[in-house]
């Protein structure tokens, strides 16, 4: 099984960041989950293709990022444990997370 998010460039940098960010500050068990998840395809945030037909048409710059590894809600709580460990700008996390339970910034499961 495999789930897609749809975000713009600068939102999957602070996705990225802060799953790089997350070692030393977040329990073991959540950064090898993290790991998991950047190898399942979180890791292709910075060439993920531009541009698909099932998410938001006011998104045009979107980016179409698959993931092969997990669930969708997995990895939205994984992303709500990050910004609690990290705080500060990661804090953004938890409404990315948040969105993504909505039909234009994930779809579980993908395709």
């Known amino acids: 099984m495999a789930f897609v998010i749809w975000y713009e460039l600068s ?3 602070i996705i990225a960041g802060a799953i790089a960010a997350s070692n ?3 329990p073991v068990a959540d950064r090898n989950l993290a790991r998991k ?12 293709p531009v541009g698909h037909a099932s998410a ?3 998104c045009p710059l979107c980016r179409e990022l698959v993931c092969t590894f997990g669930t969708l809600t997995e990895f939205r709580a994984l992303l709500d444990r990050i910004a609690d460990a990290l705080g500060g700008d990661t804090l953004y996390l938890h409404k990315l997370a948040e969105d993504m339970g909505n039909w234009w910034g994930a779809k579980d499961p993908w395709p």
């Open 56 to 58: 938001d048409a006011n």
């Open 11 to 13: 939102d999957l940098n």
């Open 24 to 26: 030393g500050v977040i």
């Open 37 to 48: 998840y950047w190898q399942g395809g979180i890791d292709g945030w910075a060439t993920a």
